[in-house]
Every structure is written in structure tokens, then in C-alpha cells.
């Protein structure tokens, strides 16, 4: 199913990055999309490149009332809603747990998981009633594989990966969907946003490397809504092939 013609997708996070790029995907395919981001500017910039209906929401996935009210008040064009990509999150810093700011811990925490869970809340009855639909949540590698200076972050994904498992449990029987992808390292703004704006430590992430792009993990997410409706991705886990996985660390008594 590749024509989305007459399908209304919503991505959060469309200003950057994977949400952008997914934004053009289902746009090549004909669907009306419903993009949110903070960043009305660049919602609108994209809303002009785009060829298809495009409700351009300003919206903070944090803001609880905001989001409820926004999926409560879309315009009846963009209404009923076929697939969610919930994809706006962040990472920020990567301090050990005992030096890291609990700031930013309760930012990831609000966007990654609250906000996550105000906009599937918000969008799920209106699925369920219609028997259709398909959430597609963006978790991590982070969300299942440990490494420093990822802690709080690499907990909000991998409540990213077991709410999107439970999903799966509740919606048993109503047609709707759920899938969680699980990117490595990609090149976005992702690391410009971990580093608080220092581009010389985000260049360093991807020196050197191909890492995955974000029209990479687009077409991972609009193949997955492509699929027919009675094939469930539950989670895919995509990596560079340059990124793999290291031994346990171990502390010697010499060390
Ligand atoms: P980018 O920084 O390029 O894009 C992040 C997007 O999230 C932006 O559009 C931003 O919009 C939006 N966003 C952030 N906070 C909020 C908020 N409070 N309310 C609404 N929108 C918000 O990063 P990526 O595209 O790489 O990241 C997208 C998702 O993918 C995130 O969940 C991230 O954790 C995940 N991910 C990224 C990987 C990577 O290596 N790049 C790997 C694995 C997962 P705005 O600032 O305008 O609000
Ligand atoms: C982003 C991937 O490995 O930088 O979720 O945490 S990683």
C-alpha cells in the first residue's frame, strides 16, 4: 500500500531531522499530514514546499492541555487521523548520572515519554473507533543497549519500547497498529540539541563515519505504514553498518 492518497498522517517533530524527512516521504505519496513542531517558522517553510494539505500545528508535546486541545480542534480535512509518528524527542548530554543535570533529565522525561503519551492518548480513540490506524513511535538502540553518559535518555526510550509492546497488548482486536523503530546513529540535529549547540562536539559524533540519514529512517517508517493492514512491524532496530557493539567494561585492580 503505497498510495496514501486520501490518509492523514501526523508526525510530531517535523521541523528536523527524521520527522522532516518523513514529512516529504508521505507527502510523496499523496497523504495530508498534520506537522508539529515549536518552530512555526519552519513548519510553515516546509508547508509551502510540500504538494499535498499540510496543518501546520505549533505545538510543545509538553504541554499537556495544548496537545488535547490541538487533537481536539483539527480542522474536519485532517480529523481523523491513520497514522501518528511520534518522533519528537531529544537528547541532552551525556554526563555520567552523577554529574548530569536533572533538567535535562525532567526534559527528556517530559518529551520523551510525556509528550509521547499525550499525543498517542489523544489520537487513539478516534483509531480505535474507526478500527484503523497505526502508531509509529521512534524509541533508540539507546532504549535497549546501555552506554555512558546515556542514562536518562536511554530510559525514556526504553519506555518507548515497552509502552509501544503494551500498546500492541491493548489494541489487540481493533485493527490498529503499533511500531516501534529503533535507530542508531544517524546524522541530524540530534547531536547539535545533546550538545547544547556546540558544533565542534557534534560534528565529532559522525567524523569519520556514514552514519544513517534521516531520509534513511523515513523510508523505515513509511515502509512500515505500507505494509497491508494485517502485517505489524513490532520493532525495528536499524544501525549504520559502521556502528556495532563493544565488550562489557571491566574494572581491573590495576586499572
Ligand atoms: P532533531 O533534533 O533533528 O529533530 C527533533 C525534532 O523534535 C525537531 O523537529 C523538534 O522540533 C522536535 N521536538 C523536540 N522537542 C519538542 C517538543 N517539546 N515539542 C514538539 N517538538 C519537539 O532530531 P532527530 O530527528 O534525530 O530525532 C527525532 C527522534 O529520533 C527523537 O525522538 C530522537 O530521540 C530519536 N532518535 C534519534 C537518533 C539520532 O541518532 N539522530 C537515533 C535514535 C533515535 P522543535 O525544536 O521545532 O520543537
Ligand atoms: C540516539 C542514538 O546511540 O546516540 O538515540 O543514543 S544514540
Known sequence: MSDFTGRTVFITGATAGFGQAAARRFARA??????CGRRTDRLENLKGQLDVPVHALTLDVRDREAVLAAAASLPADFAEIDVLVNNAGLALGLEPAHK???DDWETMVDTNIKGLMYCTRALLPGMVERQRGHVINIGSVAGTYPYPGGN???????FVKQFSLDLRADLSGTGVR??????????TEFSMVRFKG????????????????????ADCIFWTAALPA????????????VQAFS?????????
Do not use: W
Not at 499523496?30 to 506537522?35: C, N, P, Q, R
Open 30 to 35: 499523496g497523504a495530508k499530514l498534520v506537522i
Open 100 to 102: 548530569a543535570s536533572l
Open 152 to 158: 536518562a535518555y536511554g530510559g525514556t526510550k526504553a
Open 178 to 187: 503499533v511500531t516501534n523503530i529503533e535507530p542508531g546513529l544517524c546524522e
Open 198 to 217: 556546540d558544533a565542534e562536539k557534534a560534528g565529532k559524533v559522525y567524523q569519520d563515519t556514514t552514519p544513517l540519514s534521516a531520509e534513511d529512517i
Open 230 to 241: 494485517h502485517m505489524n512491524i513490532n520493532r525495528l532496530e536499524v544501525m549504520p553498518t
Open 247 to 255: 565488550p562489557f567494561s571491566i574494572t581491573r585492580k590495576t586499572s
